[in-house]
T-cell receptor, first 114, second 110 residues
Framework: DAGVIQSPRHEVTEMGQEVTLRCKPI?????LFWYRQTMMRGLELLIY????????DSGMPEDRFSAKMPNASFSTLKIQPSEPRDSAVYFC????????????FGPGTRLTVL | GEDVEQSLFLSVREGDSSVINCTYT??????LYWYKQEPGAGLQLLTY?????DMKQDQRLTVLLNKKDKHLSLRIADTQTGDSAIYFC??????????FGPGTRLSVLP
């Protein structure tokens, strides 16, 4: 299995632009998680899905952030409009289901907002 | 709420043992994990332990759990330069979210 796939690996954009991050979970995994990692705040859970349904989005910083999972093999995290403080590494992780003990992380997308 | 704490930095000499410590607050934690993050990469699951266990050994890695003190440690025997990375402790109660610590940056000196 290729593992969790994220794209792009690096994104540089200007303040005010829309940014879309993509994730393909491991085939057969039913749960998908979006995390943000910064030096200041460490690893933060933004939102997670189970069977394509958002379960908890309380970690989403504000309305500029939105996430979708239209099918079992694809999810997006969108920031519109982006701001410099959104600069971070965004990780996607998947898990067979919510009760399973492990999550498998993708390589991350490094976002820089100028 | 749940909280996981770790010291932020650790330096050891190549060939020595490394011990990375972690404390957590959620007494209902069911699973406790150690993840490794190398520069520019995602988190890689190293090992995990169920809360009803005291110890787990996997090759050079030994995990010790003191449930009474809510203390978890990861020992890396014969530490190599390739072990240089950030190590994250995480805990999870059944059906709940993962809670990650801030990570411990391990530097292995030649």
């Amino acid at each position: 299995d290729a593992g969790v796939i994220q794209s792009p690996r690096h994104e540089v954009t200007e303040m005010g632009q829309e940014v879309t991050l993509r994730c393909k979970p491991i085939s057969g995994h039913n749960s998908l998680f979006w995390y943000r990692q910064t030096m200041m705040r460490g690893l933060e859970l933004l939102i997670y899905f189970n069977n394509n349904v958002p379960i908890d989005d309380s970690g989403m910083p504000e309305d500029r952030f939105s996430a979708k999972m239209p099918n079992a093999s694809f999810s997006t995290l969108k920031i519109q409009p982006s701001e410099p403080r959104d600069s971070a590494v965004y990780f996607c992780a998947s898990s067979p289901d919510l009760s399973t003990d492990t999550q498998y992380f993708g390589p991350g997308t490094r976002l820089t907002v100028l | 709420g749940e909280d996981v704490e770790q010291s932020l930095f650790l330096s050891v000499r190549e060939g020595d043992s490394s011990v990375i410590n972690c404390t957590y607050t959620d007494s209902s934690s069911t699973y406790l994990y150690w993840y490794k993050q190398e520069p520019g990469a995602g988190l890689q699951l190293l090992t995990y332990i169920f809360s009803n266990m005291d110890m787990k050994q996997d090759q050079r890695l030994t995990v010790l759990l003191n449930k009474k003190d809510k203390h978890l440690s990861l020992r890396i025997a014969d530490t190599q330069t390739g072990d240089s990375a950030i190590y994250f402790c995480a805990e999870r109660a059944y059906g709940q979210n993962f809670v990650f610590g801030p990570g411990t940056r391990l530097s292995v000196l030649p």
